[in-house]
């Protein structure tokens, strides 16, 4: 471990105002911020030109580990978090075999210490081997040393309502919370693949109605309020969705939502190429959705950015689009993505970034060190990003043992330079380091 003074860095201030200043940091807390007094044996790291803001915190990455390590490892997606700026990531449960058991669960937390260039938090199943039928070892994972407190079947919807009913009486009894892939499969069955509507028809591919999501969300917020237990929202896709979790927020229900970065920006066009990097689950939406969604950030009712990184191996994406696997990467250019179209161009400050990307996330999960304020005494799990680099994603450069990139070739502005957990550099511009 190292002892940094960080010196000429911005920051933000309580009330998102950005501030020039100093940090010191000592066996991975932070110590002073602003001007630093003490500043013996640390080691300067010069990040004049650069921005602090908390570790960003993904509440959706898929590692495929265990069981397809031929699209990525606990390993590989670590080096691709640290080279993001995530600090933490929870880990989907629909690996092979499944998450469902307290073993499962630990198994991924100690593949993820072992590498240490971030926090990997496992997700538990809903459902023993996400059948959807019986619920798995909810209590059991939460009491193991995973402490798991999210729980989802993604990749699956509950669809069930008894089950889900059930799984919310038991997470409420630890604050856990149930994390839904929002999507009636009578509605939209697995091989839909295609927004439904003109688009759907014209290219001859199985639609997807936005109220087989918006369905499923109200259901949930009735549930949830029954309950009383915390129901998330994975990856939001439509405007009738978010109105669903509009009025269960309004009305006090205890429901957060995500969206990713490629829902708030690809559309439905980049469909007519028939290209199976823009096949992703829930599909790409018209324009009126991503405003919709962009409009449901700036008003705090999308609660997270979070990526859905779903690496493929070439052999399940290289396909027709219809055969092709469902999903994209996401962890290396969600801050660039988010940065360069949301805070650049669409009137989202850098403070709300760090909210999106961080504070709310890890409060969602129950995080404790992580997306907390810059202040003596905290954990020093922090990013320092520099909002005027250009980078321009070449999926080749990826750290993903995938390629599933959907953002290849294209430049933006904003870029990930520095990784801090616990006062260790996990990566330096924008490379991890070795694990
Ligand atoms: N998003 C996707 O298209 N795919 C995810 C599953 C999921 O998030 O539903 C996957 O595991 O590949
Ligand atoms: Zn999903
Ligand atoms: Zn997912």
Known sequence: MSDWLVTGVTHLGPDGTERRGDLAIREGIVTEVGTVTDTEGLTRLDADGLTVLPGFVDLHTHLRQPGREDAETVCTGSRAAAAGGYTAVLAMANTTPVTDTAEAAEHVLDLG???????VVPVGAVTKGLDGAELAELGLMHRSRARTRVFSDDGRCVADARVMRRALEY????????????QDPDLAGPSAC???????????LPGWPPV????????DAMLAEHTGARVHV???STAEGLDVVRWAKARGIRMTCEVTPHHLVLGTDLLAGYDPVYKVNPPLRPTEHQEALRAGLLDGTVDAVATDHAPHARHDKEHAFVDAAFGMLGL???FSVV???LVRDGGMSLA?????MSTAPARIAGLDGHGRPLAPGEPANLVLVDPTATVTVDRDASHSLSRNTPWHGRTLTGAVHTTILRGDVTAREGEPVPC
Do not use: P, Y
């Open 352 to 356: 709300d970034l760090a909210r999106v």
């Open 234 to 236: 994975a990856h939001v």
């Open 171 to 182: 997470v409420r009894a630890f604050d856990g919370v149930v994390s839904q892939h929002s």
């Open 194 to 204: 295609c927004h439904e509507g003109e688009l759907s028809g014209r290219l001859g």
């Open 113 to 119: 210490r072992r590498c240490g260039l971030t926090d």
């Open 339 to 341: 940065h360069d179209l």
């Open 212 to 219: 087989a999501e918006s369905s499923v969300i109200a259901r």
């Open 332 to 334: 290396e250019s969600a």
